[in-house]
């Protein structure tokens, strides 16, 4: 699976988008790029994932660049139940014999 | 829908023992579950995937006479932790794989809630 790349970590004012960037420049046309979250003690939480196409559903969107070497996950209006780390995760289309590869994520910090 | 369990959420145990963890997939089939560990302030690591009415497959460097895992239905997986010692303690964290929609190619994996395993 391609490697991703993202900030350390993050502040978002309450209300506020919060956009999470991943780079993964090295990402082949059939691999997805998943997103996810892990709120602390808790298991990761599956937000959303995308090809090519933009995507969105009731917790996020997802941005794909047409090169598809990056993307940005966008929290449209963040509250503080979103402070969490999110990974940006590659994978291949009907990967699932295969288990995900975790990067250190994106802390996000949503300030009051 | 897509609701992974475990059971326990938090044990703590004696070194020396063992200790049964469960994962079920509450609203569909899975064929293949994998088992993670996290230790504190550290990302996830998978420790091992298992599948459906076979013989698990361990990552580099896990024992797989020490963490057994079973696989005995399409909605259930259990870790055992064999003769626990201290260095053992962490969140172990199973996922199960979810095929995707009618017509489409992707499949998604939805985590349980965790276990904390707390080894004295």
């Known amino acids: 699976d391609a490697k991703t790349t993202q900030p350390t970590s993050m502040d978002c004012a309450e209300g506020r988008a919060a956009n999470l960037p991943c780079n993964h420049s090295?990402?082949?046309?059939?691999?997805?790029v998943y997103w996810y979250r892990q709120i602390h003690s808790q298991g990761p939480q599956y937000i959303i994932h995308?090809?090519?196409n933009n995507e969105t559903n009731e917790m996020a969107s997802l941005i794909i660049t047409e090169d598809r070497k990056s993307s940005t996950l966008i929290l449209p209006h963040a509250t503080l139940r979103d402070t969490a780390v999110y990974y940006c995760?590659?994978?291949?289309?009907?990967?699932?014999?295969?288990?995900?590869?975790f990067g250190k994520g994106t802390h996000l910090i949503i300030q009051p | 829908g897509a609701v992974v369990s475990q059971h326990p959420s938090r044990v703590i145990c004696k070194s020396g023992t063992s200790v049964k963890i469960e994962c079920r997939s509450l609203?569909?089939?899975?064929?293949?579950m994998f088992w993670y560990r996290q230790f504190p302030k550290q990302s996830l690591m998978l420790m091992a995937t298992?599948?459906?009415?076979?013989?698990?497959?361990?990552e580099q460097g896990v024992e797989k006479d020490k963490f057994l895992i079973n696989h005995a239905s399409l909605t259930l997986s259990t870790l055992t932790v064999t003769s626990a010692h201290p260095e053992d303690s962490s969140f172990y964290i199973c996922?199960?794989?979810?095929?995707?929609?009618?017509?489409?190619?992707?499949?998604?994996?939805?985590f349980g809630p965790g276990t904390r395993l707390t080894v004295l």
């Open positions: 996922s199960a794989n979810s095929p995707g929609l009618a017509g489409g190619p992707t499949d998604t994996q939805y």
């Open positions: 090295t990402i082949s046309g059939n691999e997805y």
């Open positions: 995308g090809l090519k």
């Open positions: 995760i590659v994978r291949y289309s009907g990967g699932g014999a295969d288990g995900l590869t």
């Open positions: 609203d569909f089939q899975a064929t293949t």
């Open positions: 298992s599948n459906e009415g076979s013989k698990a497959t361990y």
